[in-house]
């Protein structure tokens, strides 16, 4: 199985905030990462797919980057409804995997 | 607009088996892969598996051994059964779509809560 592992596994920010949030995968999936956020009592909603896509509806301010093993979600300026928990998943193989999370609080 | 509803008891008990099953409106079922991911209280998500409209199946090589999955397009249904259930396997069960290339999850039903107990 490939291991994806997340970081940091929380963090404090502040509304306006740029926020980074990292996916290491233990080899190689090249671009077949996607990133979920999540809201607690909801079902995940994708944000970003192949690494780098903006899924439809989804505001610019969200972007996604890497290959390989190393892949990077970044908010570019944090809005009170931003505040939730993201996941990383890789799909290049089965079983699909996902981080275990990064939960982003209110500073 | 695609809509998944996942059904089945709340509560099953230990050693028994866990049944669930999501019907799909809204769409077509066939030629897609639809999967079943399930999330512990205050843990990440774990992947079950996934099953496609001809009946192929990938397992969680860590549930392998305990899990089924069918579908049933005439009903628009595909199901989930996990057996000798523990009470590590209490959890929101949700099923979803996964689409194209990049195995992209968009479409979820809400999640249904199972806890293993007697």
């Known amino acids: 199985d490939i291991q994806m592992t997340q970081s940091p596994s929380s963090l404090s920010a502040s509304v306006g905030d740029r926020v980074s949030i990292t996916c290491r995968a233990s080899?190689?999936?090249?671009?077949?990462l996607n990133w979920y956020q999540q809201n607690p009592g909801k079902a995940p909603k994708l944000l970003i797919y192949?690494?780098?896509n903006l899924q439809s509806g989804v505001p610019s301010r969200f972007s996604g980057s890497g290959f390989g093993t190393d892949f990077t979600l970044t908010i570019s300026s944090l809005q009170p409804e931003d505040f939730a928990t993201y996941s990383c998943q890789q799909t290049y193989s089965t079983p699909r995997t996902f981080g275990q999370g990064t939960k982003v609080e209110i500073k | 607009q695609v809509q998944l509803q996942e059904s089945g008891p709340g509560l099953v008990k230990p050693s028994e088996t866990l049944s669930l099953t999501c019907t799909v409106s809204g769409g077509s079922i066939i030629n897609y892969y639809w999967g079943w991911i399930r999330q512990p209280a205050g843990k990440g998500l774990e992947w079950i598996g996934r099953i496609n409209t001809s009946g192929s199946t990938n397992y969680n090589p860590s549930l392998k051994s305990r899990v089924t999955m069918s579908v049933d397009t005439s009903k628009s249904q595909f199901s989930l059964k996990l057996s000798s259930v523990t009470a590590a396997d209490t959890a929101i069960y949700y099923c979803?779509?996964?689409?194209?290339?990049?195995?992209?999850?968009?479409?979820w039903g809400q999640g249904t809560l199972v806890t293993v107990s007697s």
């Open positions: 192949a690494a780098s």
């Open positions: 979803a779509r996964e689409n194209g290339d990049y195995g992209l999850y968009v479409y």
């Open positions: 080899q190689s999936i090249n671009n077949y």
